[in-house]
């Protein structure tokens, strides 16, 4: 597939477990945090995002947890179904604006077996 | 119907060439953008416009030019073009003062 070669961080899972991919940031003045998922061949996806006001958010199935003692965030999913397999990225700005400069993480490999 | 669409999806070139990628949003946003993602998956931004008005113009090489028509377009030339400038090239839209970007499918732009 498409990741054959990446040195990308990769996280397997079994069908139905839960998933917890990490991410650490730099910047300690970021104040917005969001998580995309890039599949195969196609643009990244907003999943879910948080201001740092926040140290939980919850959507359908996914939860985004943030550490700013740690500079740390991770996203969990919930029952990880095949159709998660994809690159899940952090991005993190110091403010949103008009322009927004999202400043895009490395990036995790989620491989789902089934 | 897609809601960003961008043109060509794939472009296969000489080095020294210029080419164009168009980018189309058809979401009402005011926010568009141009990330560079390279062969690591590595995502970075290289321009950003609001209401047809440059915001972002991260260090990028002058052959890079976006122009931006309308607040639904957002273009991208690309003057003698390099080996190092061989990436996929997505094209994204946001509501102002929003994180939720949606992209495009990406131009995959290959320089021999």
């Known amino acids: 597939g498409e990741s054959v070669g990446l040195h990308l961080p990769t996280l397997s899972v079994q069908e139905g477990d839960n998933s917890i991919i990490n991410c650490a940031y730099s910047n300690s003045a970021s104040d917005y945090f969001i998580w995309y998922k890039q599949e195969s061949g196609k643009g990244p996806q907003f999943i879910i995002d948080i201001r740092s006001n926040m140290d939980k958010r919850q959507g359908q199935r996914v939860t985004v947890l943030l550490n700013k003692t740690v500079k740390h965030l991770s996203l969990q999913i919930a029952a990880t179904q095949p159709g998660d397999s994809a690159v899940y990225f952090c991005?993190?700005?110091?403010?949103?604006?008009?322009?927004?400069?999202?400043?895009f993480g490395a990036g995790t490999i989620l491989r789902v077996k089934s | 119907d897609t809601a960003v669409s961008q043109t060509p999806k794939y472009l296969v070139t000489q080095m020294g060439n210029d080419k164009s990628i168009k980018c189309e949003q058809n979401l009402g946003h005011d926010t568009m953008y141009w990330y560079k993602q390279d062969s690591k998956k590595f995502l970075k931004i290289m321009f950003s416009?609001?209401?047809?008005?440059?915001?972002i113009n991260e260090t990028v090489p002058n052959r890079f030019s976006p122009k931006s028509p309308d607040k639904a377009h957002l273009n991208l030339h690309i003057n003698s073009l390099e080996l190092g400038d061989s990436a996929v090239y997505f094209c994204?839209?946001?509501?102002?003062?929003?994180?939720?970007?949606?992209f495009g499918e990406g131009s995959r732009l290959t320089v021999l």
């Open positions: 991005a993190e700005t110091p403010r949103i604006y008009h322009g927004n400069k999202l400043v």
């Open positions: 994204a839209s946001s509501r102002s003062f929003s994180g939720e970007l949606f």
């Open positions: 416009y609001n209401n047809k008005e440059l915001i």
